[in-house]
């Protein structure tokens, strides 16, 4: 067959391993670490499902090397603990039978031990060390670690490494970036050793390549080594890109592949991770300038999700392989549909950071757009129904959409009724934020692929209790969402008012003076993007913090922009009344004070459409009340539980 973007679909070879394609699933922590630190059966499941959607190598992240200098409840790899070395068998067998390879990321944090424990506190009770010694400014001292030390490390990564291929893994990424042990030899900003180890790069890159040589003796000639490191730290007082070239050229007679990825966790989280509100692709000029400098192949990584994109970095020989971690939970079958010219069906990810939100706080995964992930222990598969339903899903927005595809797809008759004349419910109004438009994307591929499975879609169908009766359906999915909130106050129904989620719609009737009345996410969102316009924004809120709906991840990423853009932030500021010249408010003290503003935007908030749910709650023999219209959330709670109302038919 003719492959759309045969470049992304060509294999290549490294070291003796053939790889199916150049589309590699990045490094992701699971989540079921046991006690004993192995692998858990869901995380392993999780792994497995990324090969079983066409990637062409899996990476089980992180295994930490020597637990005796880094205690972190990360992965071990050793023939002490009963189910170690049988958990990683039986996830590399998991990732492996589905065509993949079988990768294992070998890491140890360093200074930065205990960055993923779940319980933050127990970080004072570990030992941290680092290639000098300093506090922290978390207040933790980090010892230096002496030559004895780095010794064991270094001879831990190849017993580590040998295990690993004796488990069955076919490569071995060593974890040099990021801030973590390697990369803190490697920063001038970190080590301050005056031994063999420290000073002019020569000397701070020794302990990379005695890493690198260990793992070499364990793993043998022909058997690949993937290097992961940072091709710039990216802030003051750390190594820059043309040190990074360097670093790579020293490094690359000992490698098969060089990952290059970007900064710090500690110093620059977004740009490691590239959040929204920076370009797809923002770091792929680190790793193409480094292609340059060197023989072996190199791999890039950050914020990829869109297949055009990525072959054209193939094309143009600025990497060998890209790589993807929150764009293969998104769609994990992303490989797989670009392998078989279905593109125009992949799920794109939001970058929202719900994945890495959810595992800090709950210690489990989730995906805002993909369901199964983190649970995929319960089934990844949609199993046919013993019979056939007539369906009928109330409400086009992502929770209906998904409701509907996954019905459609047990065998059932399904009708999917929405009352405007698009779907994407809630979605439609991101398309005017392009930092936010592929949430506006998602209801349209949503949509398409509800077509696809055999949906019948009615537009500009109100469904109410005479509908339904008519219809004679057997079950019921309600999804009709939310509405904004707009409480009564004086001159808020005013011209100069836009809604925020009609703002895709009006945002023409938007001035250069603007007030946005409500803090949360949407408002803050809403704030950040009229600033990037150019427009002076006055930001308004109730409470003491804005944005306590967004989630850990995000909210910090959100916050910097309102920061960065110079909005003028009012918190404990109540709106009283709007007028054409701004908005008036009550602050903390009670006194009234003018907030200036010629338009105003109202984001405060959404209320749930129960008096649609009450009206239609008995008018079918099934009925599931989905998303936004049980109480206002998020797209990750409305998809989840549309998924699993289809699954309940």
């Known amino acids: 067959m003719q492959r759309k973007y045969p470049n992304l679909c060509k294999p290549i070879k490294i070291g003796n391993v053939n790889f199916r394609n150049r589309m590699f699933s990045a490094p992701m922590g699971g989540t079921d670490i046991t006690a004993d630190c192995t692998i858990g059966r869901a995380s392993t499941a999780f792994y497995e499902l990324r090969a079983k959607g066409g990637a062409a ?10 637990p005796e200098t880094e205690g972190s409840h990360m992965y071990h790899l050793d023939l002490q603990t009963v189910g170690s070395l049988s958990s990683f068998t039986y996830t590399a067998d998991a990732i492996r039978r589905h065509g993949a390879i079988a990768s294992v990321e070998l890491s140890h944090s360093g200074q930065y031990a205990g960055t993923y424990l779940t319980d933050k506190n127990k970080k004072h009770g570990l030992a941290q060390w680092g290639p000098s010694a300093l506090v922290r400014p978390d207040g933790l001292e980090v010892k230096e670690l002496t030559e004895e030390l780095i010794s064991d490390i270094v001879t831990a990564y190849g017993k580590c490494a040998g295990l690993a ?12 970036g990021h801030g973590w042990l390697i990369n803190q030899f490697l920063s001038p900003y970190f080590n301050h050793r005056t031994d063999k180890y420290g000073g002019p790069l020569e000397n701070r890159v020794r302990f990379a390549q005695a890493v690198l040589d260990s793992v070499r003796d364990s793993v043998g000639l ?8 940072s091709g710039s730290e990216l802030f003051e007082g750390g190594y820059d890109l043309a040190e990074g070239i360097e670093i790579a050229k020293l490094l690359e007679s000992r490698v098969d592949l060089l990952h290059v990825s970007a900064g710090t966790y500690q110093r620059g989280f977004s740009v490691t991770h590239p959040s929204m509100f920076l370009p797809h692709g923002s770091n792929v000029y680190l790793a193409a300038e480094i292609k340059k400098h060197v023989s072996v192949p190199v791999a890039t990584v950050g914020g990829l999700n869109d297949p055009a994109m990525m072959e054209e970095i193939i094309a143009t020989g600025k990497a060998d392989v890209v790589e993807m971690a929150r764009a293969l939970l998104a769609d994990h079958e992303l490989p797989r549909k670009v392998m078989s010219n279905r593109d125009e069906d992949i799920v794109k990810c939001l970058r929202c950071f719900t994945c890495m939100a959810e595992r800090a706080v709950t210690s489990t995964r989730r995906c805002t757009v993909n369901p199964l992930i983190g649970r995929e222990l319960d089934g990844v598969e949609i199993v046919p129904s013993s019979r056939s339903c007539k369906v009928l899903v109330a409400g086009g927005g992502p929770g209906g959409l998904e409701a509907a595809i996954t019905a459609a797809k047990r065998g059932h008759k399904v009708i999917l009724c929405e009352k405007s004349d698009q779907l994407g419910g809630i979605l439609k109004g991101e398309q005017a934020i392009p ?7 998602l209801g349209v591929t949503l949509g398409k692929l509800a077509e696809d499975a055999g949906v019948e879609i009615r537009l500009n169908t109100l469904v109410t209790k005479e509908y339904l009766e008519k219809e004679n359906v057997d079950a019921l999915i309600i999804a009709v969402g939310s509405e904004p909130l707009v409480p009564p106050i004086p001159g808020l129904n005013g011209d100069n008012v836009i809604v925020v989620n009609d703002y895709y719609l009006e945002k023409d009737k938007v001035s250069d003076q603007v007030v946005v009345l409500g803090g949360g996410q949407a408002g803050c969102e809403a704030a950040v993007h009229l600033a990037q316009e150019g427009k002076t924004v006055h930001l308004v809120e109730m409470r ?51 907030v200036p503003g010629t338009s105003v935007i109202c984001a405060l908030g959404q209320r749930a ?7 239609l709650i008995d008018c079918a023999p099934y009925v599931a009340q989905i998303g936004d219209c049980v109480k206002p959330s998020t797209i990750t ?3 989840y539980q549309g998924y699993h109302a289809a699954l309940d038919i």
Request: hydrophobic fraction near 40%.
């Open 544 to 594: 003491t913090e804005l944005a306590p709906d967004a989630n850990i991840r995000h909210r910090p990423i959100l916050l910097k922009e309102i920061e960065n853009y110079k909005i003028h932030v009012h918190t404990e500021y109540k709106g009283l009344s709007v007028t054409d010249e701004g908005v008036v408010c009550a602050n903390a003290a009670g006194e009234e004070q003018l």
């Open 435 to 441: 930092f936010k438009y592929e949430m506006y994307e």
């Open 57 to 66: 190598s899996v990476t089980v992240s992180e295994c930490v090397v020597h």
């Open 165 to 176: 291929k004796r488990a069955g893994f076919e490569m071995i990424m060593i974890h040099g």
């Open 222 to 229: 022909g058997f690949p080594i993937e290097f992961r490191m």
């Open 609 to 615: 459409r129960r008096n649609v749910v009450e009206d």
């Open 637 to 639: 709670t409305a998809v």
